[in-house]
């Protein structure tokens, strides 16, 4: 027998691997076991995906439903990989927890380059991966090391077409072809979803009015990007920018682990401005309120369910904060640097209404000829040692592209450490290296770091 395991952490992923499914972009099995991981910091404070409204609609696609957490319990999952003199033990283990016998065993999992998606894979060392694309991360370079006896038994690379035109950089440099995922399938199983949640939850979407604006908040200060102030301005900003454009009613869908207390600011703000400002903390998909409320606006930073939005169900967007987060970001190798370079390339700003109500989707011509070259040159930038095939097509494109407008991508420092056009001229190479300069430059950043 061929049982497929199938490794899921959010719903959002769960919902991709039945629309492969439905589509038959997966290899055929005997059996498919849905592997539900848990990886918020406290699990045991945390719903798992199979515990959201909505996932129901999901779970005929599968023969069986495990737990990752239950298994290397008290591990967390987020942290944890197997020894090497362990992995023999640990496929033993789960081959018998799990009642595989001697199936043969493939994987189907997201984000490979960390645990506990590669914890999984090194575990089975001698079964094929198909690999399915976590939102606009895929886009961008493979961010570690995989290791030869990971990397050598990737089969595919399944993503959803959130960017027309844009191919994935993920995995390329291991020859793996990119499969899309079609629309059409995706939003179907996003209906079931939909309908789902509607009857777990009683309807708990019937207090959201129609045609608001919807505002996406994002957790970025938990990731340290942005201070807890700032990140409270961030959410202020998209009440006024929304408020600029004429909506009274606005719909706040808050992070699920953000605290409840940030809600407060913006509804306070919300009501100086003359707006009503529902929050929304029914853990349910955005693209089920897209369905359920057809938003006339979507919101946010750099979420993927803004291109979602965009390209799956036609609904305007705008962008807020990712000048400040091409900035913040760091190191330079920071995963979420192409979802962000991706939205603020695409998307209008907020703070202006006119580009707001003049913006349209970007054909997958225009993408091709303008946002590929920018992504690719970043990820060579972020990963140069994965993509070497790629430095004269990034040195080409910076040599002849960078302008105040497309600075904010790139770093100087980042430039000049890689020899690119754009870094400090080779006459003062020497800098960098000179004891007394990187000294004095060192107090500086202190400084300005307490100044701050």
């Known amino acids: 027998m061929t049982t497929q395991l199938l490794m899921a952490s959010t719903l959002y992923g769960a919902a991709t691997l039945a629309a492969a499914i439905d589509a038959d972009a997966l290899p055929?099995?005997?059996?498919?076991?849905?592997?539900?991981?848990?990886?918020?910091?406290?699990?045991?404070?945390?719903?798992?995906?199979?515990?959201?409204?909505?996932?129901?609609?999901?779970?005929?696609?599968f023969d069986r439903l495990v737990s990752w957490n239950e298994l290397i319990s008290p591990l967390h999952p987020g942290g944890?990989?197997?020894?090497?003199?362990?992995i023999p033990m640990w496929e033993r283990h789960v081959r018998m927890a799990w009642e595989l016998g001697d199936d043969d065993v493939e994987l189907v999992v997201e984000s490979i380059q960390v645990p506990p998606s590669l914890a999984f894979a090194q575990i089975f060392t001698g079964a094929p991966i198909s690999v399915y694309a976590d939102g606009l991360m895929s886009y961008g370079p493979t961010r570690n090391k995989l290791g030869l006896l990971v990397d050598t038994r990737i089969d595919r690379l399944l993503h959803l077409d959130l960017v027309p035109g844009l191919r994935p950089l993920l995995l390329s440099e291991f020859g793996v072809e990119p499969e899309v995922v079609p629309s059409a399938e995706f939003t179907k199983v996003l209906q079931e979803v939909a309908e789902a949640s509607a009857y777990a939850g009683g309807d708990s979407l019937a207090e959201v009015p129609q045609g608001a604006a919807l505002l996406l908040g994002q957790y970025l200060s938990a990731l340290?990007?942005?201070?807890?102030?700032?990140?409270?301005?961030?959410?202020?900003?998209?009440?006024?920018?929304?408020a600029a454009l004429g909506h009274k009613d606005i719909v706040f869908k808050p992070h699920p682990t953000a605290p409840a207390s940030w809600t407060e600011p913006l509804v306070a703000e919300a009501a100086r401005l003359g707006c009503t400002l529902t929050v929304l903390n029914t853990p349910v998909l955005a693209e089920v309120v897209y369905q359920k409320a057809r938003p006339a606006l979507v919101a946010g930073c750099f979420s993927t369910a803004l291109l979602t939005a965009s390209a799956l169900y036609g609904i305007p967007v705008a962008r807020t904060g990712t000048g400040l987060l091409l900035d913040r970001l760091s190191p330079y190798q920071n995963s979420n640097r192409v979802p962000v370079t991706i939205v603020h390339a695409l998307l209008p700003d907020l703070a202006d209404p006119a580009a707001v109500r003049a913006w349209s989707p970007p054909t997958p011509a225009s993408v091709a000829a303008d946002l590929t070259p920018l992504v690719r040159t970043v990820g060579f930038c972020m990963q140069s040692a994965a993509y070497p095939h790629l430095r004269e097509?990034?040195?080409?494109?910076?040599?002849?592209?960078?302008?105040?407008?497309?600075?904010?991508?790139?770093k100087r420092r980042r430039l000049t450490s890689l020899a690119l056009p754009?870094?400090?001229?080779?006459?003062?190479?020497?800098?960098?290296?000179?004891?007394?300069?990187?000294?004095?430059?060192?107090?500086?950043?202190?400084?300005?770091?307490k100044i701050r």
């Open 224 to 242: 340290r990007i942005l201070s807890v102030k700032e990140e409270e301005e961030l959410h202020l900003a998209m009440v006024r920018g929304a």
């Open 393 to 410: 097509e990034a040195a080409a494109w910076l040599a002849a592209n960078l302008t105040k407008r497309t600075w904010p991508y790139f």
């Open 422 to 449: 754009g870094g400090v001229p080779a006459k003062l190479s020497f800098v960098p290296r000179n004891r007394v300069v990187r000294r004095v430059a060192k107090r500086a950043r202190a400084l300005q770091k």
């Open 28 to 61: 055929p099995a005997d059996r498919r076991i849905l592997v539900v991981s848990n990886n918020a910091g406290v699990p045991e404070t945390h719903p798992g995906l199979d515990q959201a409204p909505g996932f129901e609609a999901l779970r005929s696609r």
């Open 80 to 86: 944890w990989s197997p020894r090497v003199n362990e």
